[in-house]
């Protein structure tokens, strides 16, 4: 398509904004509201602790301060809605701009594709996406694009409390990918990273991998992304989104929480 | 016979809520010795260091030798009532809207008379056991019982007056997902309290003991997360008016002391959930305990302060831990002065390492939960303000009372 310069030096961004504000092209809102009960990952209590989401109130038109309302709020680098930088995992640590400070920002922008794994996650909490899943999806949509954020529709952002981090006596169950897709899906489709509506880009039993938390292990020491935490992925088709992830600009950040943006075509346009 | 107390009835809304009043508190530093003997349940006199004259009221001086020592003893307590009288006005406005009150002469078998007041089920010319109480404005009076416990004697009006009784209180557990926190619950329930909230943060992280937590008689779960400041203001908007007792059981237990942890964010977690936890807690719900000390058999009376005798001295293994208790400590010191013109009790219950997991590498003795919330109750029936719990806490206090220095260095090798 960018064949000559020209093309190259005028994209129409108005026309791309217009669009917007005509509605052709819809925004949908991939975020879960930040708040202090939405549930982190569970490490052994003997480890370090993801912090969760905090909010003190500074003044709210008081005598702390008249006229105004703010908070001081805390929380972890992967609370809530949050994206997970290579620098995150050990087999990323040494790779260049692997930190949500370095990483170059036009990667912040990337296509989607969507693939639904939610009928099976429903029927098993354990469900491993698996090779066979990708390829089949490929026969009807096509051969994953390069440099695509893969988001896995589990339609485990619609559960809630106790039913979305599902944490037994032997961990957590929660639907993800099994290693082999992870390395297929880095190695011969060149993801951009993977996006999930689960507490990490990993299943709930991926400690039992090998290796441990391939999602991690694969992505990260490729220099891949992870996107967690994401909702309304049902809004999305199953291809064609393009995603707005931009982390926070923190110095060496592993991660950060952000608002996930997806810009989707509007399926039929109404004359 | 102590008329048995009934529940009380759901409160009329159309009746205002009576401003908690304190009798006369100012004391003499020397009669704050009483205070100091009272706030742990103990009989003490001065007893004359020269002549061994046993002195009531405290004095700077023995009346019958002049000495100057006149420490504060253990004492027989027993006595005989040899007058009483009963009062019926008054011009203190905290008496007057409690008459009639009787109060009597009391000869010790020790040596002094003492006009003390009277358990209605004391009789003039009995014999007697004087118990030192906090009052609502948080100092010493003497109080004279039966000499044998008489039926509902806890129920009589101006024994509970000095009392933080959970009976027909409602209580609030702050946190209900450890082993203490449940065993506080089930004491509370069994001690007569008529609703245990308590309070459990995380509802979505399942925790050991919660199918047996559900099931106790009389127990609410209510969502708490004493690290979340929104969720306390919200528990307390919701439950604080009912709350007369608040049972703070948080606790975060890590081994290591200052150099020996890497970073700070255990040592965050650990002020987060007890020093800051403190904190939020007794905002929330301090200013409607404090409003509510003269509410009727249900005033609000108490806030019990779970805290590790580590407070007083630290422990290197445990340093950090020992640092973050003894924020907790100064905090519930502070809170008692802010609670007292409620009449509402600050009750610091102190104990050692526990029958818990994160104790799992620390020799016995150790405490069981069960042991800690059967001592809550009777430090509330008792309305004490400082607790001993256990062996350890007790041997601590006395070896920190002795010297001081050489505990630091004995804790320290």
Sequence with gaps: ?271 | MTEPLSRPKRKDPLKKTRIPLLPQGTRSRTALGLTAAAAEGRFQLQVCGDCAAVVYPPRDACPRCLSASLPFCDVDNRGTLLAETTIRTSTDVYFRERMPWRIGTVLLDAGPAIVAHLHGDLREGERTRLELKLDKSGQAIVIALPARDTPNMADDPQWRELTCDPKYRRVLVTDGRTAVGQAMAEALSQAGASIVFVGVADPWKPFPGEERLRKLERVEIVVLDLTDTISVNECAGEFAPRVDILVNTAEHVRTGGIVERKGLTVAREELEVRYLGLMRIAQAFGPVLRARGADGINSAAAFVNLVSVFALASWPAYGAFSATEAACLSAAQSLRAELRPGGVKVVNVFFGPLETEWYQAVPPPKLAPSALGRAVVQALRQGLEDVFVGDIAEDIRARLAVNPKALERELGS
């Design chain 1, 1 to 271: 398509m960018t064949t000559t310069a020209n093309a190259i030096a005028s994209p129409d961004l108005l026309a791309f904004a217009g669009a917007i504000a005509a509605g052709e092209i819809e925004v949908v809102d991939l975020t879960h509201t930040l708040s202090p009960d939405f549930p982190t990952i569970v490490m052994p209590p003997e480890l370090g602790q993801c912090a969760p989401f905090r909010m003190e109130e500074v003044s709210r038109y008081d005598e702390r301060g008249s006229a105004w309302y703010w908070n001081n709020i805390s929380m972890g680098e992967h609370t809530g809605t949050h994206f997970d930088a290579p620098v995150h995992w050990i087999s990323g640590k040494d790779l260049p701009e692997n930190s949500v400070d370095t990483i170059p920002v036009a990667n912040f922008i990337a296509p989607a594709v969507v693939i639904d794994i939610s009928q099976q996650s429903a029927a098993n909490a354990d469900y491993e996406l698996t090779v066979a899943d990708v390829e089949a999806w490929e026969i009807l949509h096509g051969r994953i694009p390069p440099r695509s954020w893969v988001l896995l529709r589990t339609d485990w952002s619609k559960r809630s409390g106790r039913d979305y981090v599902n944490m037994r006596e032997d961990g957590q169950h929660t639907p993800g990918p099994c290693p082999e897709v992870v390395r297929f899906l880095v190695e011969q489709r060149d993801l951009h990273g993977l996006g999930t509506e689960t507490i990490g880009t990993d299943a709930g039993q991926a400690f039992h991998f090998n290796p441990p938390y391939p999602a991690h292990f694969y992505m990260h020491g490729k220099g891949r992304y992870g996107l967690q935490c994401l909702a309304n992925l049902d809004r999305l088709p199953p291809t064609g989104a393009v995603i707005l992830a931009a982390p926070l600009k923190i110095r060496r950040g592993s991660g950060s929480p952000l608002r996930v943006l997806a810009l989707v075509p509007r399926a039929e346009k109404r004359a």
